[in-house]
């Protein structure tokens, strides 16, 4: 019998945005009954949206997040020995990109079990083609400190990085603290300095902008408190 093979699912990025799965996808999904998800009730409801034809009771579901400990990961992929296949599933857009689930794609491969990245939304790249900067270089940089004084001296370095060599640079941030990185990085950066925000990509209440910082500090600020956001940073050089 023939192993199953790990496939990496992509999820919406946000409530009502289900068009953005392609209908493959969908398929592949409601064939699977074994997940390996970052929490199983969000699982459970994007299942449920996805029109998922299975009782849940009848499917496994194995939870990696910040508590799952190192020596469980490869166990979660015991089905694929049985010859089913394994779905992962972020929380939102695409697993293992800024993700816990990057350590089963490895622990897969190391099993030697097929890993099938599948075409969905990522808020990543989304946001980098939606900014207008650098997309032959470019870096994603995850999440900037949570603290004033380190968060001010992180995003200068960024933009030092993106003048001197060009490459643009991507962060994200809790959504509950979009707002103060917002307002350090019009304190801090140079006036010239690139700086584009996403929020909601996908979403109905989608927003992009890229501006000159000189340029940000002369409007209102937008409200972007507990809204998925992406912040792009680049060099006015180009």
Not at 2 to 26: D, F, Q
Not at 93 to 120: M, R, T, W
Request: charged content about 20%.
């Amino acid at each position: 019998m023939a192993n199953g093979k790990l496939y990496l699912l992509p999820v919406p990025l946000g409530e009502n945005a289900w068009h953005t799965i392609p209908e493959y996808v969908s398929t592949i999904i409601h064939e699977l009954d074994a997940f390996v998800v970052e929490r199983a009730k969000t699982a459970r409801h994007f299942l449920k949206a996805s029109g998922f034809p299975r009782a849940f009771d009848d499917c496994l579901f194995f939870e990696l997040n910040k508590r799952t400990e190192a020596h469980e990961i490869p166990g979660f992929l015991a089905p694929t020995k049985e010859g089913r296949s394994v779905g992962l599933l972020s929380e939102a857009g695409v697993p293992a990109v800024a993700d816990p689930g990057s350590k089963l794609v490895l622990a897969a491969h190391k099993q030697g079990i097929e890993v099938v990245p599948l075409v969905g939304p990522s808020s990543i790249l989304l946001a980098l083609m939606g900014a207008g900067m650098n997309g032959q270089s470019f870096a994603f940089k995850g999440y900037l400190s949570a603290k004033r004084p380190q968060l001010g001296r992180d995003l200068k370095q960024l933009e030092k990085h993106a003048h001197r060599s060009g490459e643009t640079q991507i962060f994200i941030e809790t959504p509950y603290r979009n707002q103060s990185v917002l307002e350090t990085a019009l304190q801090v950066l140079e006036p010239q300095t690139l700086f584009s925000i996403a929020v909601d990509i996908t979403l109905p209440t989608q927003w992009i902008k890229t501006m000159a910082i000189k340029d940000w500090r002369k409007i209102e600020v937008p409200n972007l408190h507990k809204r998925p956001a992406v912040f792009v940073i680049g060099s006015h050089k180009r």
